[in-house]
């Protein structure tokens, strides 16, 4: 293969890239916002652990628009145009796969480069959603870009990257999902700093209802505390409970139109379970505490 | 819930109204019928130990199955409500400091140890009517704040109050203590109060119904009903006094009315014991780990009565003092005290009438606990280490066997011909060309999720029978097997006493664990046994998905012989646990020393075949599940009911105990090859 026309074409497949116009929207429950900051004022990578549907994914939008969009922005990062790359990792991501490779266009040969090393060349925030479920090949990338050495190793192309001075590693992480043979090594946690994360209490979730949804207040509480409540069956099932976002899904439907206890049924027992016992004594549930 | 009729029956909605009161209390309480209370206290309405909700059997008052059902929503919920706002809160050293003239007031109790609510009727010569006035009020105060905070309920409550109150018939005139109370039950129920007025011939009601608006006020709380049925005491006592009842006789007043079914007869004193009992057993868990001097009050106050400078033997003992106190209470009253964290209840076969018993059995589920795991892995690894060794490689061989080729892939060791031929076709075409033209061997994922069921029943603590010549000396592992923490003396002297069966039994399982360990599998180790239908007992020493630790040995360690063997039912509950594992393979191995038996296996406790036939279908129905079922046993004599029990082929009865580690992991090959 020919490396005469190399050229270096934008990502696509797994990746989503987000420019990030408008300030996304995120409520803050301690002092995450803050500890982010401080840790990327040092460039500390981060690593995010909570249950789906928690608000992860949001946040570091938050963040990554607060220090790439925001009014104390430096500018060189207030002109990148895509600040954040998210990469959904699954069981068949490689390393290659967030490296980048060759590929054949007509007769030439081109060099793709792949999320994190776009990343890293342009000084973007690169979030790994799920880290665990890729393959074991990315943690070698992980372990050199996460220490002092800030650096990517590039083998298709014979190079080591330095990593940009504005780059970031975060991933995530669910230590409720994953089965006992994926799990993160010591080795690789501790180079990260932690936040946790769960599902907010019925005054905070009921806010983040209410706003991503358009329904008043009142009914964004009974759906907070249906989500509160339903959760205390999670080991029937569904071991991560009711997430936040099934409940911004409910809302949304009965903000439609959707009768409320039908809403519940759909986006929350339904979504949950296929157990019908649990279907219906999650709606049962629901009926007690809706109007 | 069945189709042509209304009635709804416990048994079916059992499990839905299990998820229903765990979902909304966030704990979990077994669900009994009434029928199960086997003390002195034996209502016919629903009423609560704090642990257990006892139910009736059938609710069939109502035209729908919805209404039918409601009904125990609403009974369900009453009793929850005495968690939620915080009835068993009550503290009679608060109350005095609340309460307008407890203060003054001594406590005379009945029995030794009493409770806070015990303790708080005992101020009073009328204990009983003080009871009933307290749990009248106490109803409704809680009533009133599950229709505040569950409005969805309201339609269900207050169509179980209206009907209620329509079985209460007629109000009669209110002529003294009696028909005070009965009007003031009346009040709960949201009868007119101008109606009560217009029967009132004591010129009291009025404060009855003022008491009862009090106690149904959102800013109540346990202390408002306890001042208000002392206000509804000093009532009844007037217009007891003007009927010319004796103070004496005032007690009895409680007896002539009626309990209100949904809300039941619930011994709330008794109650607030077993939730001591949960604090009491906490308190000594904590005084178990702390291993150095604890004083009471870091102990949360859970008792009183001890010197502040109490040795830890002294706290143990007064805590266990009043643990045992509390448990017999309890156990006069409702005729036992469920230690099980979850209990299930079952169909059983009934094979003489070609039918299933519904709800039949009651089985507890308890996890294994224990401290002697390091010691018995060493006594294992002493008696068995080149056999455990060998076991491993064995179990480790079969990964390689399972393996798949991957194709169409973007990074792999061989080129796949097919899409290679492909992509150059593309560029040909003056398409961009796939990138996906590896193939790989892939190690496949086994996907088993097994389940060991031990019958622990008393039998298998009989010592391993004799083998023909001289019994084997203990070895010691030759030097590359020997373990890290090498060979203890002490082991080879308890060697030399006659080894039980369960203790075979239990090495097998831990030979099991390591090298399933080393494979992979996903495994559940369980053990069953109890005595008689309402007490079959299971033993939970690893869950399926749990990981292998230090708890896991020490739960195996646990294991100890016990009764009888009612296995239809145990087997029915690992079934339950099987089938919510997403696994490819799923297998229940049975290991058992003889045939199924309980003092009331069948309507005649001389009859085999009942408990036969029972598992027998309790097999049938793990297969339907998708489940194969494996029953290995040491009963030489067990071919005559083995052959009827289990399925063709999937009994092995083994000659010489001391090889069931070996033939164990035999069978478990043989079952989960792919």
């Known amino acids: 293969m020919s490396k005469s026309a190399l050229k270096r074409e934008p990502v696509a497949g797994a990746t989503s890239d987000h420019r990030l116009r408008t300030e996304p929207w995120y409520l803050s429950l301690g002092d995450e916002v803050a500890v982010f900051l401080a840790a990327y004022q040092e460039r500390l990578p981060v690593l995010l652990k909570g249950p789906t549907g928690c608000g992860k994914t949001r946040f570091v939008e938050h963040v990554t628009w607060h220090l790439y969009r925001g009014q104390e922005a430096a500018e060189t990062r207030s002109r990148l145009e895509t600040p954040l790359i998210t990469v959904a990792c699954h069981e068949d991501l490689t390393g290659t796969d967030l490296v980048g490779r060759y590929l054949l266009a007509g007769d030439e040969t081109i060099w793709m480069d792949g999320p994190l090393t776009r990343a890293v060349r342009e000084g973007a925030i690169c979030y790994l959603d799920e880290i665990v479920e890729a393959r074991k090949d990315t943690t070698v990338l992980i372990h050199s870009l996460t220490d002092h050495r800030r650096m990517l190793p590039v083998e298709k192309l014979g190079e080591t990257l330095d990593a940009h001075p504005d780059f970031l590693l975060v991933i995530s992480y669910n230590p409720g999902y994953q089965s006992v043979l994926k799990d993160l090594k010591p080795s690789t946690r501790q180079r990260f700093v932690s936040l946790d994360f769960d599902y907010p209490d019925v005054e905070h979730e009921t806010r983040i209802i209410t706003h991503e949804s358009g329904i008043d207040e009142a009914a964004a509480e009974r759906l907070s505390v249906v989500g509160e409540r339903v959760r205390n069956l999670r080991e029937h099932g569904f071991e991560e409970g009711v997430s936040t976002r099934l409940l911004i899904y409910a809302a949304k439907l009965i903000a439609r139109g959707i009768e409320p206890r039908r809403a519940c049924d759909l986006a929350i027992a339904r979504a949950v379970t296929d157990d019908e016992e649990v279907v219906q004594a999650i709606n049962e549930i629901v009926d007690v505490l809706l109007p | ?674």
Request: net charge negative; with cysteine; charged share 30%.
């Open chain 2, 1 to 674: 819930m069945e189709a042509d009729s209304p009635s709804v029956n416990l048994v079916e909605a059992q499990r839905l109204l299990s998820l229903f009161a765990q979902g909304i209390s966030g704990r979990y309480f077994h669900l009994q019928p009434l029928a199960a209370l086997k003390g002195e206290f034996r209502p016919a309405t629903p009423t609560s130990d704090g642990r257990t909700l006892f139910l009736p059997e059938a609710v069939e008052e109502f035209a729908e199955p919805r209404q039918n059902l409601g009904f125990y929503k609403v009974a369900v919920m009453h009793q929850l409500g005495f968690f939620e706002f915080e009835t068993w809160a009550f503290d009679l050293a608060e109350a005095r400091r609340r309460v307008p003239g407890l203060a003054s007031r001594e406590a005379e109790p009945r029995r030794a140890q009493p409770g806070e609510l015990e303790m708080f009727f005992a101020c009073f010569q009328e204990q009983r009517l003080v009871r009933r006035l307290f749990g009248v009020l106490e109803d409704y105060r809680v009533d009133c704040g599950l229709a505040r905070a569950y409005p969805g309920l309201q339609r269900d409550l207050g169509h179980a109050m209206a009907f209620a109150l329509e079985r209460r018939g007629a109000l009669p005139s209110i002529l003294g203590a009696a028909g005070l109370l009965e009007a003031l039950v009346r009040c709960t129920l949201r009868a007119g109060a101008p109606a009560l007025r217009a029967a009132d011939a004591t010129g009291l009601v009025e404060a009855v119904i003022d008491a009862a608006r009090r106690a149904g006020e959102p800013q109540a709380d346990v202390y408002t009903s306890a001042e208000q049925a002392i206000r509804c005491l000093k009532l009844l006592r007037t217009a007891g006094i003007e009927e010319t009842l004796g103070v004496l006789m005032l007690d009895e007043v409680e007896g002539s009315v009626d309990v209100v079914d949904f809300r039941g007869d619930a011994l709330l004193d008794l109650a607030q014991l077993r939730l001591r009992i949960d604090a009491t057993q906490h308190a000594l868990e904590t005084l178990g780990e702390a291993g150095t001097a604890v004083s009471p009050d870091s102990l949360g106050g859970i008792i009183e009565d001890v010197p502040d400078d109490a040795s830890p033997d002294q706290l143990t003992k007064a805590l266990q003092r009043r643990m045992d106190s509390d448990r017999g209470a309890l156990r006069r009253a409702f005729g036992g005290v469920s230690r099980a964290e979850r209990s299930f209840l079952y169909d059983e076969w009934d094979y003489h009438q070609r039918g299933y018993l519904r709800g039949w059995c009651r089985l507890h589920e308890e996890q294994l606990k224990g401290e002697q795991g390091t010691a018995f892995l060493e006594s294992v690894q002493h008696r068995h280490g080149p056999l455990l060794s060998r076991v491993r490689r064995q179990f480790q061989h079969i990964k390689p066997e399972s393996t798949e080729r991957v194709r169409k892939v973007s990074d792999g060791e061989e080129i796949d011909l097919d899409r290679a031929v492909e992509a150059r076709s593309d560029i040909r075409a003056g398409l961009a060309p796939s990138e996906r033209v590896y193939m790989r061997r892939d190690r496949a994922r086994r996907e088993v999720a097994a389940a060991f069921l031990v019958d622990l029943s008393a039998s298998v603590r009989e010592p391993v029978p004799d083998t023909d010549g001289e019994p084997e000396k203990p070895r010691i592992a030759a030097t590359e097997d020997r373990p890290f923490w090498g060979a203890r003396p002490s082991l080879m002297e308890r060697d030399e006493e006659r080894r039980r069966v369960l203790d075979i039994q239990k090495e097998a399982l831990a030979l099991m664990v390591q090298a399933l360990d080393a494979l992979g599998d996903e495994y559940g180790i369980y053990g069953f046994s109890g005595e008689s239908r309402d007490n079959v007992e299971f033993y939970v020493a690893k869950e399926l998905g749990d990981r292998l630790g230090i708890q896991v040995w020490n739960a195996i360690a646990a294991m100890r012989s016990h009764r009888y063997t009612r296995m239809g039912t145990a087997i029915r509950h690992t079934i339950r646990k099987l089938e919510r594992q997403d696994a490819r393979r799923k297998v229940m191995l049975l290991i058992s020393d003889g045939y199924p038996q309980d003092i009331d296996y069948g309507p005649d406790r001389d009859d085999r075949r009942y408990g036969i036939h029972d598992t027998a279908q309790a097999l049938r129905e793990a297969e339907l599940a998708h489940i194969q079922t494996f029953c290995v046993t040491i009963d030489r004599a067990g071919h005559d009911y083995l052959r009827e029990m289990c399925p063709e082929g999937r009994y092995l009865i083994i000659d010489e105990v001391e090889s069931l580690p070996v033939e164990l992991g035999k069978v478990y090959r043989l079952l989960t090859r792919g």
